[in-house]
């Protein structure tokens, strides 16, 4: 069955400083999502991307965050400097036409410290 | 968008006791799904189930989309069975998670 992959699985980073976190989506699905997850909370939507541009935004993705297809197979997520309340469990996701298929990754733990 | 609430929030179970866990939607349901995240924090897709019963060894599930509710049964616990249980819908391309049930399964 067609996985999402995301890695790293868990990644530490520094206040301050960048991060990128990388999925790699099914390979024929044309949206593309990054959910977050803060501990002990519910997963929560951040950003849909479709067509090389973001299509919906939570009030969470703000101008820190940023999202990337940089090729024809990975979907990135950027974090411009990290604050410890960015640590979370992030999710990639991907669907084909509309929501066919929705597929989450099994996430990337990010700690900042 | 939508609300989604779960019950019970927390549960105990002693091994191979069974258990049943209940999602209920404040809007129709669309593409109603389960989700079980291990100790690491790892999302696993449990069911793809809009309506209708589906079993996938000792875990099955049932929804009743006329009533917004889904149901997931586990028989015969097992300890990897811990971790907490999300079920999920969407409205448009963006998905609603529930608050969780926070399953313990204690040998």
């Known amino acids: 069955e067609p996985e999402v992959t995301q890695t790293p699985s868990h990644q530490v980073t520094q206040m301050g400083q960048e991060v990128i976190l990388r999925c790699v989506p099914i390979?024929?699905?044309?949206?593309f999502y990054w959910y977050r997850q803060i501990l002990g909370q519910k997963v929560e939507f951040l950003v849909s991307?479709?067509?090389?541009?973001?299509?919906?935004k939570s009030e969470i993705f703000d101008d820190q965050f940023s999202v990337e297809r940089p090729d024809g197979s990975n979907f990135t997520l950027k974090i411009r400097s990290t604050k410890l309340e960015d640590s979370a469990m992030y999710f990639c996701?991907?669907?084909?036409?509309?929501?066919?298929?929705?597929?989450f990754g099994s996430g990337t733990r990010l700690t900042v410290v | 968008g939508i609300q989604v609430e779960q019950s019970p929030p927390d549960l105990i179970l002693q091994e191979g006791a069974n258990s049943t866990l209940r999602c209920n939607f404040s809007?129709?349901?669309?593409?109603l799904q389960w989700f079980h995240q291990n100790p690491w924090g790892q999302l696993i897709n449990l069911f793809y189930?809009?309506?209708g019963t589906k079993q996938n060894g000792r875990l099955s599930a049932t929804t009743v989309a006329t009533e917004r509710y889904s149901l997931l049964y586990i028989s015969s616990s097992q300890t990897t069975d811990s971790g907490v249980y999300f079920c999920?819908?969407?409205?448009?391309?963006?998905?609603?998670f529930g608050t969780g049930t926070s399953l313990t399964v204690i040998p």
């Open positions: 996701a991907s669907s084909g036409q509309g929501v066919y298929g929705y597929t």
């Open positions: 390979s024929n699905h044309l949206y």
């Open positions: 991307f479709y067509n090389n541009e973001i299509s919906e």
């Open positions: 809007d129709s349901v669309n593409n």
């Open positions: 189930i809009p309506s």
């Open positions: 999920a819908d969407n409205t448009g391309n963006q998905f609603y």
